[in-house]
């Protein structure tokens, strides 16, 4: 059987490509296309374009100008009640439904009372059961007082004795005090008519003051109950009643921004339903006392005309202005017209007067020089330096050089 000769699978060096030549051009030609591949991502990386995130100056006289703080919050009626019966009972009638405008004193619901009137039926009874007793009583003392006045003249004439006097006296005396007894248990029971009256009352649920249904929490069916008797089956509210002529805002004010705040202080707000609608409000009160896990105070805000649009519960953002526009209106022109445009911040590179900022046109830098004012919320004033619309950096990398070119991110 022949052997494998494993020495016959040996390449001749004579049949190599290249032999010691050719190994070396591959390393050289490895070594090369690293290279081209290292200088090109670096000539990339060099001629990548810097990303910017820009914003446009803004005109400086309007009401942004004067706003001095911004915050947001709900309108909430003054007046709002959950009305409830004052005693546990089955609701027997609803006579309301959501959105019903309704005055004070109105009837919204009934309670059934059919134990309330029995019980007044029975105050009743007693009352006129006194009152009949009190009549049968005094019958009974004309009679006794006639049979005094006879046992006294037997007695002055010696015929009757002292006993028999005594006698008749005692009669005239008690039927007074059965009298007085009556009459009090007659009064008793007038009080116990005005009680069970009462409760009969309580069946009926009426509004308390004139307003708009915006909830309806009970049925004809349902138990309701000021204590919520019987756990989750027994209803504690039949309706809820908003005053629409009481919607005002409510906001919190971060407590380091609340000295920017004063009653009577001008108010632009915004509902989020309409953003396009700036309804003009004023500051009613400052809630004296500020929330320790929050770090805000509460702020009240009145409108200064309400609107049948004006919804409890919506958002709204308002906007503390800095001045009357009655005031505004004096206002030295010259000081009005200093500012040229406002801009965010975050635009300014520098202090004092080495203020500078970024503008960018036709994606090139132009380092500007300005001169500032008077500063906002997150914005500056421009005196000069800058025109309303010109783009300005207000994010980007650290090492922006004037002329270069950037890729442009528009500020949201």
């Not at 670096?42 to 001095?68: D, G, H």
């Not at 004193?105 to 009372?113: E, F, I, R, S, Y």
């Not at 006392?289 to 519960?313: C, E, G, M, Y």
Request: net charge neutral.
């Amino acid at each position: 059987m022949p052997v494998a000769d494993l020495s016959s699978l040996k390449i001749d060096d004579a049949h190599r490509s290249g032999g010691a030549g050719g190994k070396f051009w591959r390393i050289f030609s490895a070594s090369l296309g690293v290279l081209v591949l290292l200088t090109g991502g670096v000539f990339a990386l060099r001629s990548r374009e810097p990303v910017v995130e820009v914003a446009a100056a803004r005109p400086a006289n309007t009401q942004e100008a004067e706003t001095l703080l911004n915050a947001s919050g709900y309108v909430t009626p003054r007046r709002r009640a959950t009305v409830a019966a004052k005693i546990t009972g089955r609701v027997t009638s609803v006579l309301f439904d959501e959105g019903m405008s309704v005055v004070e004193g109105q009837l919204l619901a009934t309670l059934d009372d059919s134990d309330a009137k029995r019980a007044l039926d029975s105050a009743v009874a007693d009352r006129n059961a006194a009152q009949a007793a009190i009549a049968d009583l005094q019958v009974q003392l004309k009679y006794a007082e006639i049979f005094l006045r006879r046992t006294q003249e037997l007695h002055a004439a010696q015929v009757q004795s002292q006993d028999a006097l005594d006698i008749a006296r005692t009669n005239v005396d008690s039927l007074k005090a059965k009298i007085a007894l009556a009459k009090d248990q007659v009064d008793a029971s007038a009080t116990r008519i005005v009680q069970a009256q009462q409760n009969v009352d309580n069946c009926t649920i009426r509004a308390p003051f004139s307003g708009v249904i915006v909830s309806k929490d009970a049925q004809v069916g349902e138990m309701v109950s000021p204590l919520s008797a019987g756990g989750g089956f027994t209803r504690t509210g039949i309706a809820t009643i908003v005053d629409m002529n009481s919607n005002e805002i409510e906001v919190d004010v971060n407590e380091a921004y609340i000295a920017r705040v004063r009653p009577g202080q001008k108010v632009a707000a915004t509902l989020d339903a309409y953003p396009d609608w700036q309804i003009p409000s004023h500051v009613r009160t400052i809630i004296p006392t500020a929330d320790r896990q929050k770090a805000t105070v509460k702020v009240r805000i009145s409108f200064d005309k309400l609107d049948p649009k004006i919804l409890p519960d919506m958002g709204v953002k308002v906007a503390f202005l800095s001045e009357d526009p009655a005031q505004k209106k004096t206002r030295n022109q010259d000081q009005a017209s200093a500012a040229k445009a406002i801009i965010p911040k975050s635009a300014v590179h520098g202090e004092g007067s080495g203020s500078y900022v970024f503008a960018v046109r036709d994606g090139k830098l132009e380092r500007r020089a300005v001169s500032l004012g008077r500063g906002m919320a997150g914005d500056v004033e421009v005196m000069a330096g800058v025109n309303v619309g010109d783009q300005l950096v207000v994010s980007g990398p650290e090492n922006l050089q004037d002329g270069g070119k950037v890729e442009i991110r528009t500020r949201e």
